[in-house]
């Protein structure tokens, strides 16, 4: 697998991956068992605190002329404090960019998004969310809800307790999902039968997020239930796949954005060359 671009993400709610940040540093108990540092271990390419820059693969989402969503980051935190401020509104730039396609940006630093947001124009095609694994982290919601993107998304996913108090105001997007590969104690399944089944508590979690997503018309999105494996436990909640997404963003033509790039947007593209040289 590489890690600088997957096309054909094994995530359920992205089509690829693009890593122009990767490493980073753990903030919150959800890091514990991070996935990005098994990986960069694993293809000995850490050590994985150490936080890297990657101009040369900015440019990357402009060669691919489909439409497809795009996980910025998953290797990495794009608002990680060694991160620039320069270097996140160049990402920013190619999305807007690239309208083809949905970038989705994911962060736990929720404190030094809104902080960089400050009179930012985020493209409508630009989702950005917030990790919140435990009710001690909902606070990121608000920092999220002060961020003026058009999609606002939740990832709940390593979930570790219950969310019943998270506002979903200005929020149109939320993912759950278990653990993988972690401490069986902060698994959201249990062995049975030979294989792997949500423990109850668990179940309550999720439901009470899929409840409150009903009553607020945010789409909902159950990742997995995690174990051993991603897929041990399965995606069902009460016998259902959940993979809602969001609606407010209306992907463009992929050839016509294509073309949009090479007329329109020449003079931007040379400029954030110039830029990432
Ligand atoms: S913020 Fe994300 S990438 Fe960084 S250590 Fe935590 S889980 Fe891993």
Redesign the pocket.
């Known amino acids: 697998m590489s890690l600088v671009m997957a096309n054909g993400s094994a995530i359920e709610w992205t089509d690829a991956t693009w890593n122009p940040v990767t490493g980073?540093?753990?903030?919150?108990p959800?890091?514990k068992f991070?996935?990005?540092?098994r990986l960069t271990l694993r293809f000995g390419r850490g050590p994985?605190g150490q936080l890297r820059l990657h101009p040369d693969r900015l440019l990357l989402p402009l060669r691919w002329r489909a439409p497809r969503r795009i996980f910025v980051?998953?290797?990495?935190?794009l608002f990680?404090e060694r991160v620039p401020d320069d270097y996140i509104e160049r990402v920013i730039a190619v999305g807007r960019l690239a309208p083809q396609h949905v970038f989705q940006i994911?962060?736990?630093?929720a404190d030094r998004l809104l902080q960089w947001s400050a009179g930012v124009k985020v493209p409508p095609n630009v989702w950005l969310g917030v990790?919140i694994e435990s009710a001690r982290y909902i606070w990121r919601a608000d920092r999220l809800r002060d961020v003026d993107a058009a999609v606002r998304f939740i990832s709940a996913e390593p979930l570790l307790g219950s969310l019943r108090d998270l506002d979903l105001t200005g929020i149109a997007w939320v993912i759950t999902g278990g653990e993988s590969g972690g401490n069986p104690a902060r698994a959201l399944v249990e062995a049975w039968d030979g294989g792997w089944r949500p423990k109850r508590e668990a179940v309550m979690w999720v439901r009470e997020l899929r409840e409150k997503c009903r009553r607020a018309g945010v789409a909902f999105f159950h990742k997995q239930w995690g174990g051993p494996r991603p897929t041990s436990g399965g995606r069902l909640l009460d016998g259902l796949v959940w993979s809602e997404m969001p609606g407010a963003h209306e992907k463009s033509d992929g050839c016509s954005s294509s073309r949009l790039i090479r007329s329109q947007n020449v003079a931007a593209v040379s400029d954030l060359l110039a830029k990432t040289r």
């Open positions: 980073c540093t753990k903030i919150s959800g890091c991070c996935y990005a540092e994985f980051n998953s290797m990495s935190d990680h994911l962060t736990k630093r990790s």
